[in-house]
């Protein structure tokens, strides 16, 4: 009797999920400075392009940082975008984190998700994955604000 009580003391533990050493929250506002596309030919208005975004982090406690996307989307016009890509923030103490992302988009609208793929300074040796949503303009002066909750594990 002991072992099954033990057991499903053990199952309930373990089921519950790890928290987060620390939650990051920011809003990075960046701007289109790189664009290449390549027509796909299969449908009209469907392209691949490739992308470039620097930009500024905003965070809750006021201070900034910078922010660097390089991605790929796979677009078909009228229905919307796949994106993908890696990103960087920059904090001021000389700190970073480096995620790569995944999501879609459909202008105005981006979301999807970011998994940490490491960091220096405090964030050295840093895991975790979040979330980002947000808005954007299209065209040639496109600027995007993106929303962004990491849940982060040191």
């Known amino acids: 009797m002991s ?21 990051v929250k920011w809003r990075h506002v960046h701007h289109l400075t790189g664009f290449q596309t390549q027509q796909v030919g299969d449908a009209d208005g469907h392209t691949l392009n490739l992308f470039r975004l620097p930009g500024i982090a905003f965070f809750p406690d006021g201070s900034i940082g910078t922010t660097l996307v ?11 975008a796949t994106i993908n890509g890696y990103y ?9 984190l480096w995620f790569k992302y995944t999501g879609t988009t459909k202008p105005p609208t981006a979301k999807g998700t970011a998994i940490v793929i490491g960091g ?17 303009t299209s065209g040639p002066d496109a ?8 849940n982060i594990k040191k």
């Open 3 to 23: 072992r099954i009580i033990l057991a499903c003391v053990l199952a309930g533990i373990l089921g519950v999920p790890a928290k987060a050493d620390e939650t």
């Open 70 to 80: 390089i991605g790929t989307s796979d677009v078909t016009s009228g229905v919307g």
């Open 88 to 96: 960087t923030v920059n904090f001021a103490d000389g700190s970073a």
């Open 120 to 136: 220096k300074g405090r964030y050295a040796g840093a895991k975790g994955e979040g979330t980002f949503e947000g808005a954007s």
């Open 143 to 150: 600027f995007q604000y993106i929303d962004n909750v990491i």
